[in-house]
């Protein structure tokens, strides 16, 4: 099983899969947590541990846990397996679709950003409007709904006419699948979980905006891309690099011999300038030429 998971963070165009992967690991831990920590009588133990990472409504209690603004997004309900099953759910049909014409990075930063936006909305509410703050819940806010409900919604505004085969109804397009889910948590949003579907809108709102920025060439989320590719760079060895030195004659000779092979044969650089903008955008952004370098480099 081990095995299995770290391939999947190896593969490109896979952070779906990684993301789902790492929710049901955070699950997973927080339940063994709860249910040795309720057996032995010390409950407050884990009550402590999960309020350190769910996200509170009074502002006052954010601002001395701002980092729960992201940790609520990957921490889900222990009374119900439903929670993170329906999550996981929407997010991998959803997900998968979403990294096909925009790739890997650009799902993960939404995911982020839908979970920023649901997490600023839930704060919003419960301290500006009376009644939220008449209804201030005890416990934080958990779950990765906001971010989900940023890539349905984002998904569906890329995609409208796109179908889906649902159970027992057929086909369905994704547009529809996402305007239901946003009519269900508005008429929540008054409800017993009221802060939940409110963050629900406020992630389906940035999976709206970040779409109709990208398709005007406005990228919302390269910050998030840049700062996860400057964490990764600190945990990848860089090759060392080898000088020689060699006569002037004999470095031209080899210049003018290399140039016509340069144009034939794509360098390391190239393979991984072609593998980054599939990982960025697609595999469909590629041009012919690049194509085929790297159906070239495949053949080694």
Do not use: C
Not at 225 to 243: E, N
Not at 266 to 286: F, M, N, P, V, W
């Amino acid at each position: 099983m081990f095995e299995e998971f770290k391939n999947a963070f190896q593969k490109p165009n896979h952070s779906h899969v990684q993301l789902i992967i790492i929710n049901v690991v955070v699950f997973l831990t927080l339940a063994v947590f709860y249910v040795f920590t309720t057996a032995s009588g010390y409950s407050h133990i884990f009550e402590v541990i999960h309020a350190q990472v769910a996200i509170p409504a009074p502002i006052s209690s954010f601002l001395a846990k701002p980092w729960t603004i992201l940790t609520y997004a990957f921490v889900h309900d222990l009374t119900s397996i439903f929670h993170i099953l329906f999550n996981m759910l929407v997010f991998y049909w959803f997900g998968k679709l979403f990294i096909e014409y925009l790739g890997s990075d650009k799902l993960i930063a939404l995911y982020i950003l839908g979970a920023i936006a649901g997490g600023v909305s839930y704060l919003l509410v419960y301290n500006t409007i009376p009644f939220y703050t008449e209804r201030i819940p005890v416990h934080g806010m958990v779950g990765a709904s906001a971010a989900v409900y940023a890539t349905l919604v984002a998904t569906a505004t890329l995609l409208p006419d796109y179908t889906f085969f649902l159970l027992f109804i057929g086909p369905v397009r994704i547009k529809y699948i996402a305007l239901i889910y946003i009519v269900i948590s508005f008429i929540g949003s008054i409800g017993n979980n009221a802060g939940g579907n409110v963050a629900h809108l406020g992630g389906a709102l940035m999976g709206y905006i970040y779409i109709k920025q990208l398709q005007v060439g406005v990228n919302w989320g390269s910050w998030i891309t840049a700062t996860l590719s400057w964490i990764r760079g600190l945990f990848t060895s860089q090759p060392k690099v080898k000088v020689t030195y060699r006569s002037t004659a004999s470095a031209s000779k080899e210049s003018n011999t290399a140039r016509p092979a340069s144009k034939s044969k794509a360098s390391q650089d190239e393979i991984d300038a072609i593998l980054d903008k599939i990982s960025d955008r697609g595999y469909e952004s590629l041009t012919k030429e690049e194509k085929e370098k790297l159906f070239n480099a495949s053949k080694k």
